[in-house]
């Protein structure tokens, strides 16, 4: 529970900017096709400050912060639900009700707040990839896990993955996705090794590792570190040794290396006072004599190095603002697709409740996220994009049941009867309020187990 707690601060700081952001959206679409605008709440439940604009509308900030919502003229409730359409409404009030509105310009107005959180997560996204870059990995495997279900299947160190059953990898990154949306079920993947194409059957396995919030699946490789120093503490012994960001470990006592994994071989294999470390920097060679510090991992007696000096995790690739925003609305779109497909196994029955979570498991992964400006814009885009799709679902009282009446209204000539749309959002309230309680209360569960 220790995550739920320093998580509360960034789950804030992060959420209600989003959730101002979607209802924005609602409000931007809505003052251009000339709806009015009644109120305008981030949060539920009592007001605790507010203010009238000129046109009218109450901008509030209410008690509860975990939502919020835009009443127009015409809404019988913060859900949007239509009051009833022969209210005696005089022509002028009727021209600014959103529910005497042609059709296609209610279902912009509905689109808008999941349009305006995916527009934002590209926003972020491109933020991050212009003005600090994207750390890449090539999908090529540096190392398997003795024992583990990729090795069991026959994966080489130096294989490129391009495949893992219908999802096709483009970088390292890639096939923790692809795994993960297997939810443990065998899937071929597509590898490249000595230039022919080799594919094998791999089932990956849940990932037992104490401290999981989530459900996670794994296949027991791991990437290609490149021994580039990246970072050198001030005081440490790396800094004493002169290592400089940039500089390359290109042999440990005279053994030849090529990936990190390799000097994390030798050491355990290697167990002595001091090591030769050759060092490539700026065209020169030299060595220096290295003393890691170290010490014995109580629960697995795994003898573990404090090293004086950090290597790159993969490869910080810049972008310029052209790359960058292709590359933040691919981003975009691919983490949509993944979404949806998490909704589908949902629908399908693969899912167990662990495998989602409501806001304490979301408050407890920010709790592990660093404030740094890169990885709060990171989550934000995600947790944008969530809201975008979670907000899309067909469930009366949210956006995408809205869009679904409008369709049946479009197709049909007329809106469902005021009888059937009460009930409608009495019954998506319910499942919402259920939803909410049911897996915030196993949230709550996991963590005081876990």
């Known amino acids: 529970m220790e995550w739920f707690a320093l998580g509360i601060p960034t789950f804030f700081l992060v959420v209600i900017p989003l959730i101002l952001f979607h209802e924005l959206g609602h409000y931007w679409a809505a003052r251009y096709f000339g709806v009015g605008v009644e ?4 949060g539920f439940g009592p007001e605790l400050i507010g203010f009238y604009d000129r046109s009218g509308t109450r901008w509030r900030l209410s008690l509860i912060p975990l939502g919020g919502y835009v009443r127009m003229y015409g809404d019988s409730n913060a859900a949007s639900a239509p009051g009833r359409q022969d209210d005696g ?18 279902a912009i107005v509905v689109g808008a707040g999941p349009a305006a959180n995916f527009i934002l997560a590209m926003a972020l996204f491109a933020a991050v990839f212009i003005g600090h870059g994207r750390t890449e990995f090539d999908p090529v495997v540096g190392s398997v896990v003795e024992g583990s279900p990729a090795e069991r299947a026959g994966l080489q ?17 890639d096939i923790s996705r692809a795994v993960n949306l297997s939810r443990g079920q065998t899937s071929d993947m597509r590898v490249e090794r000595d230039g022919r194409e080799v594919v094998m059957a ?11 919030i989530f459900t996670r699946y794994i296949i027991g490789m791991r990437p290609f570190y490149p021994l580039l120093i990246a970072t050198v503490p001030d005081g440490s012994q790396g800094e004493a040794l002169g290592l400089k960001p940039g500089d390359v470990l290109s042999a440990i006592d005279g053994q030849p290396l090529g990936q990190v994994f390799d000097l994390l071989q ?9 090591y030769l470390l050759s060092i490539e920097s700026q065209g020169r ?11 014995v991992d109580e629960e697995t007696g795994q003898r573990l190095y404090t ?11 810049s972008m310029g603002p052209l790359e960058g925003l292709s590359a933040a609305a691919s981003e975009v779109g691919r983490t949509v697709m993944d979404v949806g497909a998490t909704f589908q196994l949902l629908f399908a029955g693969k899912l167990e409740r662990k495998d989602f979570g409501g806001i304490v498991k979301i408050t407890s992964v920010a709790g592990q996220i660093p404030w740094s400006w890169v990885a709060l814009a990171s989550f934000a885009a995600f947790i944008s994009i969530q809201l975008g799709v979670l907000n899309l679902l067909p469930i009366p009282v949210l956006d995408g049941g809205h869009l679904v009446m409008f369709a049946y209204e479009a197709v049909v000539g007329k809106p469902l009867p005021a009888r059937v749309q009460e009930l409608a959002f009495t019954i998506g309230f319910m499942v919402i309020v259920g939803l909410a309680l049911y897996l915030n209360i196993g949230d709550i569960f996991d963590l005081s187990q876990g």
């Open 39 to 42: 109120a305008f709440s981030i």
């Open 89 to 106: 409404l005089s022509d002028e009030m009727r021209a600014l009700s959103l529910h005497h509105k042609p059709v296609w310009q209610r």
């Open 157 to 173: 160190v130096g294989d490129r993955v391009v495949a893992f059953g219908d999802y096709k990898i483009e970088r390292f990154q």
């Open 202 to 212: 791999l089932a990956p396995e849940e990932d037992k590792t104490s401290g999981q």
């Open 266 to 274: 030798y050491l355990e294999a290697n167990d002595q006072p001091s």
């Open 285 to 295: 060679l030299f060595d220096v004599t290295w003393t890691p510090e170290r010490r």
């Open 307 to 317: 090293l004086g000096f950090g290597f790159a995790s993969g490869t910080l690739r």
